[in-house]
């Protein structure tokens, strides 16, 4: 007896979503009835929806019943084994994203002929219908925050909202509020304009989208799409998406040109998409040697070889598919042993060996014994196998180039959409940019109108409470505040022992570079360059330092007291050639005064008298110049009032410019 592994027993789903990453060209949808949220029996459940399922495809033929899907045809399947019966499906678009939108088409249309129906549908890149509506969403909603929260019903885009269920909210309880509340889960008007919009040229788009066409072909070729006009598109992915591999069944064409050049080609009408057409007509390729192309032009119509050359990529095309499908339907693998494979791997079967090895292959025959032996084997075999038993069934029938004769075939269709889209594309280019554009005006009103409030807001606090005596005494307590070497920005328990600052020496250096000392500046401009500091200069001063640490502190006191009178000795005599003086405001009740009985006062004694300045006065008046000159942009004067926990008032709309303050 065979021994079990534990990887195999647990072995999920392969097209579970839960785990695997969903394919970039695969849209899923979920239907679910009101009915799967009771609680009668899995048995009348069942019933229930096979009913039901016979009737969406009853409602969707008329639709579906002449488009030509890019790759798969649409398709529900039951799932009454599950918590929440439901019906579903999966769709491969692929280049076509036309057949996604007509999905969504047919979604809605179902939604509305049968309104006790929940509808999701979602693809690799998530809530899609979100990403068409971006612009005009609540802001609250992410991509990490949608799952179980966007669904179609009655025709209507509903969202389940973030106050009904702050955290992601189970499946079951959003269908339960969906279907009891539907009018707190409808979204916007503005959120289903935006999607309804995306669909609303369907079911007239999806005729749009086929494209009829004149071919030549093989009988055999002709005599299956005649009975199976949807495998053209197999035919079509098999010839677009060739490999080395496949390219050698086309290179003998064994199924559909059994009599090599000898075959007699045959004019009919097939109905393809416009990405199919496009596929094939775009893609140079070489007919085989064995196949009965017509003589090029000018010996042959340009129309007849053109009608050829496609032909001849469809038989190609089909037979690469039928040959592919032939033989991975009798190993049974295909996408779902790839999926099978993925999720050995991720469970950690191979044990991180190396692909190749002794052991790791032992391993992938043990796996691949057990995948021929499971139902996945068996289910994958007969969807791989179909279109291939399919194709024989047809071709056992006798047939003829006599049966395509003498019948009328339609001219093809004009295919100069294929070179006219530039103008298709700008309209969507330009209907993007005018949803983005409204959208920031609709972002810049709100942020306007709430700036006006906090500024009207702001200005009523400012113009009831300012006053400027407060500017003053708190830029006095911000400079009284000790700083160090990395700016004003001071804790109250700074820590001080960081940087180590010489008191004795940083006066030194600075009467050496004024050349004052024992309070006269006698010096010239030559000597007081030279007797700036250099190398020597600085070395013979460190030698100075150390004999003057050694004077005692009433003499060091001294000297520095004489500095401190030259130092300001000369800083008056620097300032009276200097209009500096006149800037400041003073302080009239200590100006002086003219007596009558007092002697004149010259206009030089005047200067001499040094009338005392309002410091504060002065400080907010040159505050207030500073910050009005910034006219309300960032400066030097709102940044250091902002520091200090202060905001002035703005002049409204340019008033007061100009004007005394």
């Known amino acids: 007896m065979e021994e079990s592994h534990p990887h195999f027993e647990n072995f999920d789903d392969p097209f579970s979503t839960k785990h695997s990453r969903l394919p970039d060209d695969t849209v899923f949808y979920s239907i679910y009835p009101d009915f799967s949220l009771s609680s009668t029996s899995s048995a009348a459940v069942s019933d229930h929806l096979q009913s039901l399922h016979l009737q969406i495809l009853t409602t969707l033929s008329p639709l579906t019943a002449d488009y030509i899907w890019q790759h798969e045809p649409f398709s529900l399947s039951l799932s009454a084994a599950d918590e929440l019966p439901h019906l579903h499906g999966k769709l491969r ?107 609303s040229d369907y079911p007239e788009r999806a005729r749009r989208n086929v494209h009829r066409v004149r071919v030549r072909v093989p009988v055999s070729v002709a005599q299956v799409l005649r009975h199976e006009p949807c495998l053209i598109s197999l035919a079509v992915e098999g010839f677009y998406d060739r490999d080395i591999d496949t390219m050698k069944y086309a290179a003998n064409m064994e199924k559909f040109l059994p009599k090599g050049r000898e075959e007699e080609l045959v004019l009919v009408s097939l109905k393809t998409s416009r990405a199919m057409y496009a596929q094939l007509l775009q893609q140079k390729f070489q007919a085989p040697k064995c196949y009965p192309m017509p003589p090029m032009p000018p010996r042959t119509d340009q129309t007849t070889y053109m009608e050829a050359e496609l032909g001849m990529k469809i038989a190609c095309g089909f037979e690469m598919m039928y040959q592919h499908r032939k033989r991975e339907g009798k190993e049974g693998k295909g996408s779902t042993w790839e999926a099978f494979r993925e999720s050995l791997e991720r469970s950690g079967y191979f044990q991180g060996l190396l692909p190749g090895s002794k052991e790791h292959k032992r391993l992938m025959e043990k796996a691949e014994e057990y995948y021929t032996k499971s139902s996945l084997h068996y289910k994958a075999s007969e969807m791989l196998s179909a279109p291939v038993k399919r194709i024989d069934e047809i071709l056992s029938s006798s047939h003829s180039p006599e049966d395509f004769k003498d019948q009328e075939v339609p001219l093809s269709d004009n295919d100069s959409w294929l070179y006219g889209g530039e103008e298709e594309l700008k309209s969507v280019l330009e209907e993007r940019q005018r949803e ?16 006006k409030v906090n500024d009207d807001d702001s200005s009523n606090q400012n113009k009831n409470d300012f006053d400027l005596g407060d500017v003053a005494k708190s830029m006095k307590s911000f400079v009284q505040k000790v700083s160090s070497y990395q ?22 250096e600075l009467e050496s570079a004024t050349r004052a000392p024992g309070g006269k500046d006698g010096g010239s401009d030559v000597d007081a360059e030279e007797g700036s500091s250099s190398d020597m200069d600085f070395d013979e001063s460190e030698e100075e330092d150390e004999s003057d640490m050694e004077e005692s502190e009433e003499h060091s006191e001294d000297k520095q007291k004489n500095f401190m009178n030259a130092y300001t000795e000369v800083l008056n005599e620097e300032l009276k050639s200097t209009t500096l003086k006149k800037s400041f405001v003073r302080a009239t009740d200590q100006s002086p005064k003219e007596d009558k009985g007092a002697p004149n006062v010259t206009e030089e004694d005047m200067d001499e008298e040094l009338t005392p300045v309002d410091v504060d006065l002065n400080l907010v008046k040159s505050l207030l110049e500073s910050f009005s000159s910034q006219q309300g942009l960032p400066g030097p004067a709102s940044n250091l009032l902002g520091l200090m926990g202060k905001q002035l008032p703005h002049d409204d709309a340019g008033e007061g410019k100009g004007k005394d303050r």
Do not use: C
């Open 93 to 199: 678009y692929g280049d076509n994203l036309d057949d996604e939108w007509f999905v969504v088409f047919l979604l809605f249309h179902l939604s509305l002929s049968f309104p006790s129906l929940s509808i999701r549908v979602w693809d690799s890149d998530g809530e899609f219908l979100l990403i068409e509506a971006a612009f005009h969403l609540p802001r609250w909603i992410n991509p990490e925050n949608s799952a179980n929260r966007v669904f179609i019903r009655k025709n209507e885009v509903h969202i389940i909202p973030k106050k009904k269920f702050p955290s992601l909210p189970s499946l079951k309880d959003a269908l339960k509020l969906l279907t009891e509340h539907s009018e707190l889960t409808r979204a916007s008007d503005s959120v289903q304009s935006a999607i309804k919009g995306r669909i």
């Open 436 to 451: 983005m554009e409204n959208y920031e005006q609709r972002q810049k009103r709100k942020q306007k109108g709430k700036d």
């Open 487 to 508: 700016g004003a920005e001071v804790p109250e328990d700074r820590d001080l022992t960081d940087v180590e600052f010489d008191m004795d020496r940083f006066m030194k």
